[in-house]
């Protein structure tokens, strides 16, 4: 059976969630994945997918755990219909990097 790389909160593993050695999904910032989960989204809506029906991919906010103080970063993760995450390395960018990514996105797709 797969380790379960959810995030612990008072006990419980939280769904919609992604923890590594690392870093972690914020589940004090940003928006619920589906109504009653917990918080960490960035966008209103997966970027593909829908959560209740279908995997789901989303933009993250990211706790770092070795400099909690560090603040602006996001990640990419993948989640099956019960919240569980798909992948749990992490590619972990901050705001400046998120703006770039947005505009090598926007070169690709006007090509």
Same mark, same amino acid.
């Given at each position: 059976? *797969? ?7 008072? +006990?419980?593993?939280? *769904? ?19 109504? +009653? ?11 593909? +997918?829908? *959560? ?15 400099? *909690?103080?560090?603040?602006?970063? &996001?990640?990419?993760?993948? &989640? +099956? ?31």
């Amino acid at each position: 059976m *797969p380790q379960d790389h959810r995030v612990v909160e008072n +006990g419980t593993r939280v *769904p919609f969630s992604c923890e590594n050695d690392r870093f972690q999904t914020n589940t004090r910032l940003g928006n619920a994945h589906a109504p +009653g989960s917990a918080l960490g989204a960035a966008g209103q809506r997966p970027i593909s +997918g829908v *959560p209740e029906n279908t995997r789901s991919l989303w933009l993250e906010h990211v706790l770092d755990k070795w400099e *909690p103080n560090r603040k602006g970063l &996001y990640w990419l993760v993948w &989640y +099956g219909t019960d919240g569980m995450p798909e992948t749990v390395m992490s590619a972990v960018f901050e705001d400046n990097e998120a703006s770039e990514l947005a505009r090598q996105l926007q070169d690709l797709l006007s090509d």
